[in-house]
């Protein structure tokens, strides 16, 4: 007989249903299995037996449930869980034995879940619509992201159905059960300060039934004990400062592990699957890192990991991302310090597959790592088009689906230009000044109002192209000329962030811009071949300040850190000395992106109004956006440089046109398809202009 561990908690057999009926719904931890499906008592399996087990996991969705872009009002079929569901459902198929997991920043990402946390949220006793999906395709458990904290702590033990022991909340025994996913959330490494124990469960241990094969090649069903480890990153505690500061605290994610694995095989687990929301960094280790999964590798009974957060793939045989190219990371076979590893990439596009192999030998199992592989598979497939979708999930989200569309849709002002980030990297701030202008006009009213001592120092500005090619062709700001509703203010401003004013020198502000240019890479006048301008840095620490006073240069010929010239306000050259105050957000002000001098002690105001209210409230304000007062004001240019070879860089297909009429006449189309697969053209840009 051939048992199934799949779809979640549900345990199912193709030949005993007709005679036994459904069989049992397993807890989240603990087992009922009917003994006369068992062709082989625990007892007698012989040494030798063998399973595969596949670890199935899903990252980063970010409430991407749809094939659908609701800043564009348009389907996008690159994304949405409801293509990795039928890429779910086919590995169910094809393997015996599955368990399905989430890596984290699940509940935040898109209008739908802005919608469901701030405009209308959810009661609760009405389950968080991405765990709706995700209790409909039978997720066996998850964890924790870093966006998971975005919209605080409150809201997340809602939307979770769990109690915080937190200074900032409740007694336990008064918070009310609220609906949560139906499967367990684990999360070791954040702590309650005033309980001092984590707020989710650091762990959970599955008690599953394995369909496996005998050393004669009988088919048996044996039990296994599966324990699940959640980690998130430290970083939280100065991305979400506002919220969990003196709230939580963080461990580091060996730390945690060293204490809780050894705890969970006391307990009886055979198997340990970490799930770490971050990627892999080899620089010295520290408990506060991003990125700890390296090490997380290297503690002692971990058998795979889940890993998340940098929003790539892993393994690929073909990438070039540095951290899969460190010593001890194997991107063909898929492990990290010999343990198999999977990065499902982001919004949906992929579906992590890592095929345990499985021994049994005296009485438990154990993997065995030289017969384990990974993958990651894509929801495009091989020919361009896309695995078709799993149209459970759009019926089961469809109100709502239907209720953000109709938010987003809400006019709040026009413009007469479009306002893109396509060509942001060369220099086009259309979709930039406009959300400078709203912080900086902001801050400047809360310190007359409120903040007379700063009175006198000029305000600035800072953000960036949130949108910026990382995902595709597809993935840029783009707001029509015409209307612009509430959909495009989210396109403009992505992130759920709130304001902060931050008070700098100007020696801090130029090592501030210094930081931002670490997007471009070094480029060598004299070299003939062609030199790609826009570095690994993202698009979303690119940040430029867009102001008719302020002026600046970046000098990509230099070395990271010496690429700032010229700086001037008002015509003048700034001194080290001077002071300004910079409009941002709780991320940046806070330590978000690793920018010299920002972490937190600089702030003079940390607003609880959103970064987009802001926006949309100033363009109500504005009414009318006009190009020549609200987007063409580009404070920086590149230093003049004349190239012997071609500076190059990606965008959207035959936007030429768009660029000239934004002011950007140095850049031309030289290839269509960067052949990259998304969607992306290769431009030139002539620095010498």
């Not at 899969?324 to 992929?350: C, I, Q, S, Y």
């Not at 700032?564 to 080290?576: C, M, V, W």
């Not at 330590?591 to 949309?616: C, E, H, M, Q």
Request: proline share 5%; aromatic share 8%.
């Amino acid at each position: 007989m051939r048992l199934m561990l799949m779809r979640g908690k549900r345990l199912r057999t193709r030949s005993a249903i007709g005679t036994l009926g459904a069989l049992s719904t397993l807890g989240a931890i603990g087992m009922t299995a009917c003994s006369s499906s068992i062709d082989t008592p625990p007892a007698q399996v012989a040494n030798g037996t063998t399973a595969t087990l596949a670890l199935l996991e899903t990252t980063d969705i970010h409430t991407n449930l749809l094939s659908y872009d609701y800043y564009k009002l348009a389907e996008d079929k690159s994304l949405g869980l409801e293509r990795t569901a039928t890429l779910i459902a086919a590995a169910r198929k094809e393997f015996p034995n599955t368990m399905l997991l989430d890596d984290g920043d699940t509940i935040q990402g898109t209008a739908l879940a802005d919608y469901q946390a701030q405009v209308a949220p959810v009661d609760c006793k009405t389950t968080l619509g991405v765990y709706k999906v995700m209790n409909l395709l039978k997720y066996d458990a998850g964890t924790i992201g870093n966006h998971e904290f975005n919209y605080g702590l409150p809201f997340l033990a809602q939307v979770t159905g769990s109690a915080f022991d937190v200074p900032n909340m409740s007694p336990v025994a008064s918070q009310p059960a609220c609906a949560g996913p139906n499967f367990p959330l684990v999360l070791s490494n954040v702590l309650g300060a005033k309980s001092q124990q984590p707020i989710f469960k650091p762990y959970t241990i599955l008690e599953r039934t394995l369909s496996a094969t005998t050393p004669d090649g009988k088919t048996v069903t044996v039990p296994v004990k599966v324990g699940v480890i959640g980690f998130t990153p430290p970083a939280i505690m100065a991305w979400d400062k506002r919220w969990l500061d003196r709230n939580v605290y963080t461990q580091g994610l060996v730390e945690s592990a060293a204490k809780y694995v050894p705890e969970m095989k006391a307990k009886g687990a055979q198997i340990i699957v970490a799930m770490s929301h971050g990627g892999l960094d080899n620089s010295t280790y520290s408990p506060s890192m991003e990125n700890g999964s390296y090490y997380l590798s290297k503690v002692a009974g971990i058998d795979a990991m889940l890993i998340g957060h940098s929003h790539q793939v892993f393994p690929d045989k073909n990438s070039t991302v540095a951290q899969f190219n460190l010593p001890g990371v194997d991107k063909v076979k898929g492990t990290v310090n010999g343990v198999p590893t999977v990065m499902a990439n982001f919004w949906g596009k992929h579906l992590g597959v890592i095929k345990l192999a499985l021994n049994y030998t005296n009485g438990t199992w154990t993997v065995d790592r030289s017969a384990s592989t990974a993958e990651a598979r894509s929801i495009q497939n091989a020919d361009k088009t896309y695995v078709t979708v799993d149209p459970a999930i759009s019926q089961a989200i469809a109100a709502e689906h239907a209720a953000t569309i109709n938010y987003v849709k809400t006019p709040v002002g026009t413009t007469d230009f479009r306002m893109t980030t396509y060509f942001a990297d060369v220099g086009d701030v259309s979709a930039i000044e406009i959300v400078n202008q709203a912080q900086a006009a902001y801050v400047q009213d809360y310190i007359a109002a409120n903040l007379p001592q700063y009175a006198g120092l000029p305000v600035l500005s800072v953000s960036a192209p949130f949108k910026s090619g990382f995902g595709g062709g597809n993935d840029f700001t783009d707001v029509a000329q015409g209307n612009v509703a509430i959909n495009n203010a989210a396109d403009l401003y992505l992130y759920p962030n709130t304001i902060y004013a931050v008070k700098v020198t100007g020696a801090e502000l130029k090592a501030w811009l210094e930081t931002a240019a670490q997007r471009f890479n070094k480029i060598d006048p004299a070299n003939t071949a062609a030199q790609a301008l826009v570095s690994t840095y993202p698009g979303y620490n690119f940040d430029m300040i867009t102001s008719k006073d302020f002026s600046y240069e970046i000098d990509v010929t230099q070395a990271v850190g010496s690429r700032i010239r010229d700086l001037k306000y008002q015509g003048a050259a700034i001194s080290d000395t001077q002071s300004f105050i910079v409009a941002t957000n709780n991320y940046r002000a806070s330590g978000g992106g690793n920018f010299p001098g920002l972490d937190g002690s600089k702030t003079i105001y940390a607003s609880p109004d959103a970064s987009r209210d802001v926006l949309i409230a100033y363009i109500k304000k504005v009414q009318a956006i006009k190009a020549a007062s609200n987007g063409s004001d580009r404070s920086w240019h590149f230093t003049k440089v004349a190239t012997t070879g071609p500076v190059t860089f990606t965008s959207a297909p035959n936007l030429v046109a768009l660029a000239q009429a934004d002011g950007i006449a140095n850049v031309s189309q030289i290839k269509a398809d960067d052949g990259s697969g998304k969607g992306l053209a290769v431009y030139s840009v002539d620095l010498s202009q």
